[in-house]
């Protein structure tokens, strides 16, 4: 009895899974009147370019290197951070003054620093990007304990003589939590 109803069972299947053939389409020829598209082609190197902008932001970063960070700001660029509700700090000496006295305001607050960047909404027209990037970056406090700040990196980016650069950069902290204690080096 049992096998009765397999059987029925798989030839109601292989009726319900016919599939109706449909019609040819008719491939439409192109016209030559039809215009040339203008658009720019995006490359992977410029997609690249812009996405390894946002990378060595971070690495110059974590490693405190002013030196390294400043020059990846255009010459006019306008910076701002959500903590100093939306002040903007215009061109790239101004901004290197800024991290240089973030850093100085707080002594070995940023021992082990390192960001870990979610992959970029990134939108490119021709020389110039849009990104907007989620963020979490851990370091150890002087107290020991680990600090973890999660945020967003809202970016305007332009591509000057084969390079990109942030003539708009705004930093969005969205919280802030501790885990607990940090640890040297690995676990034995």
């Given at each position: 009895?049992?096998?009765?109803?397999v059987?029925?069972?798989?030839?109601?299947?292989?009726?319900?899974t016919?599939v109706?053939?449909?019609?040819?389409?008719?491939?439409?020829?192109?016209s030559?009147?039809?215009?040339?598209?203008?658009?720019m082609?995006?490359t992977?190197?410029?997609?690249?370019?812009?996405?390894q902008?946002?990378?060595?932001?971070?690495?110059?970063?974590?490693?405190g290197?002013?030196?390294?960070?400043a020059?990846?700001?255009?010459?006019?660029?306008?910076?701002?951070?959500?903590?100093?509700?939306?002040?903007?700090?215009s061109?790239?000496?101004?901004?290197?003054?800024?991290?240089?006295?973030?850093?100085?305001?707080?002594p070995?607050?940023?021992?082990?620093?390192?960001?870990?960047?979610?992959?970029?909404?990134?939108?490119?027209?021709?020389?110039?990007?849009?990104?907007?990037?989620?963020?979490?970056?851990?370091?150890?406090g002087?107290?020991?304990?680990?600090?973890v700040?999660?945020?967003?990196y809202?970016?305007?980016?332009?591509?000057e003589g084969g390079?990109?650069f942030f003539?708009d950069?705004?930093?969005t902290?969205?919280?802030?939590?501790?885990p607990g204690?940090g640890?040297?080096?690995?676990?034995?």
């Amino acid at each position: 009895m049992a096998i009765q109803r397999v059987a029925k069972t798989t030839k109601a299947v292989r009726k319900a899974t016919k599939v109706a053939k449909k019609p040819a389409r008719r491939v439409q020829q192109a016209s030559r009147t039809t215009p040339a598209r203008t658009a720019m082609t995006i490359t992977m190197s410029d997609y690249e370019g812009a996405r390894q902008l946002l990378s060595r932001y971070c690495f110059a970063l974590d490693r405190g290197r002013l030196d390294e960070l400043a020059p990846l700001f255009h010459r006019n660029a306008a910076f701002a951070a959500s903590f100093e509700n939306g002040k903007k700090h215009s061109g790239r000496d101004t901004i290197h003054d800024w991290y240089a006295q973030f850093y100085q305001a707080r002594p070995g607050q940023f021992r082990y620093t390192h960001h870990k960047i979610h992959e970029p909404l990134l939108t490119i027209d021709g020389a110039t990007a849009t990104s907007s990037t989620y963020f979490d970056a851990d370091s150890i406090g002087p107290d020991g304990n680990v600090r973890v700040i999660s945020g967003r990196y809202d970016d305007v980016m332009v591509k000057e003589g084969g390079q990109w650069f942030f003539p708009d950069r705004t930093i969005t902290v969205l919280y802030h939590y501790s885990p607990g204690k940090g640890e040297d080096g690995m676990v034995s």
